[in-house]
Nanobody, 120 residues
Framework: QVQLVESGGGLVEPGGSLRLSCAASGRILRINDMGWYRQAPGKERELVAHITRGFSTDYADSVKGRFTISRDDAKNMVYLQMNSLKPNDTAVYYC??????????????WGQGTLVTVSS
């Protein structure tokens, strides 16, 4: 199987920065698209940022110009650099990836989430 583990969440003041990391491990042949999602209390999970295997990126309008997604395929990692954080960025952030495992099977794993709290 394939596992995703997020890290880097925490408490930050408005205007501050955080960098989230997501490590993929297991029987991985290739990782295709990768993305970061978030879910705030009482709200549905939403896409924050997405990156293709060809490094094309897409962002939610609410984070454009503040967040940057990147990936390191040699390490099976995806990152989310978050700058100019706002209180409404507070949420649990989840990593997701489209993975081809060593058996050629397509998998769609999710991480367990990491909490980001933006508050003074």
């Amino acid at each position: 199987q394939v596992q995703l583990v997020e890290s880097g969440g925490g408490l930050v003041e408005p205007g501050g920065s955080l960098r989230l990391s997501c490590a993929a491990s297991g029987r991985i042949l290739r990782i295709n698209d990768m993305g970061w999602y978030r879910q705030a209390p009482g709200k549905e999970r939403e896409l924050v940022a997405h990156i293709t295997r060809g490094f094309s990126t897409d962002y939610a309008d609410s984070v454009k110009g503040r967040f940057t997604i990147s990936r390191d395929d040699a390490k099976n990692m995806v990152y989310l650099q978050m700058n100019s954080l706002k209180p409404n960025d507070t949420a649990v952030y989840y990593c997701n990836a489209g993975v081809i495992d060593l058996g050629g099977k397509y998998l769609d794993p999710w991480g367990q989430g990491t909490l980001v709290t933006v508050s003074s």
